[in-house]
Structure formats: C-alpha cells, structure tokens
C-alpha cells in the first residue's frame, strides 16, 4: 500500500489500470505459452514471453513501493517496465512468425502491449510533474 502525500490518500499499485491490463495479458500470454513445443519451453521463447511480460508487472509493483522514498525511482522503474514491454511485443511476433499462434493474436497482444506502453509513459510523465 502507498501513500500519496499530495491527495493524503492510500493506494495499491495493482489497483492501477496500467497494472491490470499488463496483468491480464501477462496470465493470457503465460497459457498460451504451456502449449508451445516443448524445445520452447526452457530456455525459448515460452519462458522468454513469460517472463518478460511478467516482469512489466513485476516493475510497476516494485517501483511503486519505492515511490514513498522518491517518485523520481519509481519513474525509472516505470523505464524498466517500458522496456520489458516493448520486449514482450517482439517474443508476440516471434510466436506468430514461427507458427506458434496466428498472427491476427499476435497482433491483438502487440496492440495492447502498446496501449500498456502508452499507459506507462503517461504515468511516468504524471510523476515529472510532481
């Protein structure tokens, strides 16, 4: 739980919408991926797709526990989480060039990977002005 000292109110990053939808996707992508060929699974592309899209959630949870200490952290945080985004939106046109999901799929999850990016930014922007 965080405290915003300027509005005096308590929040949880996963109440963020950013955190939701990067959430969701991240469990639809980490299922999707249990049906990949086994040679994928360790190591591949299944465990490089899981856990870079798991990781955009993962560093939004972290740099917000660090917001307290300075918005500024949790701004770099919020990079981190652009860029492990943009690395999941690259393993989505992997999967769908090498067969592994039609590409219509993989381009509904790269749409949404940059509607999270462009949630991100405009998060990270918000802390500039603070």
Not at 84 to 89: D, G, N, V
């Amino acid at each position: 739980m965080n405290f915003d000292a300027r509005s005096g109110k308590r929040w949880d990053a996963e109440d963020l919408e950013v955190f939701r939808r990067a959430y969701a996707l991240s469990l639809e992508l980490y299922g999707v991926s249990l049906e990949f060929p086994k040679s994928e699974q360790y190591g591949g592309l299944a465990d490089q797709l899981r856990r870079s899209s798991r990781s955009v959630c993962g560093l939004i949870v972290e740099g917000a526990g660090r917001q307290q200490a300075s918005p500024r952290e949790f701004g770099r945080y919020l990079v981190m989480a652009i860029g492990s985004a943009e690395e999941t939106r690259l393993w989505c046109r992997y999967c769908a060039d090498l067969g592994f999901v039609a590409h219509e799929r993989a381009e509904d999850w790269r749409d949404e990977l940059r509607q999270i990016v462009r949630m991100l930014q405009g998060l990270k922007n918000s802390l500039a002005d603070r």
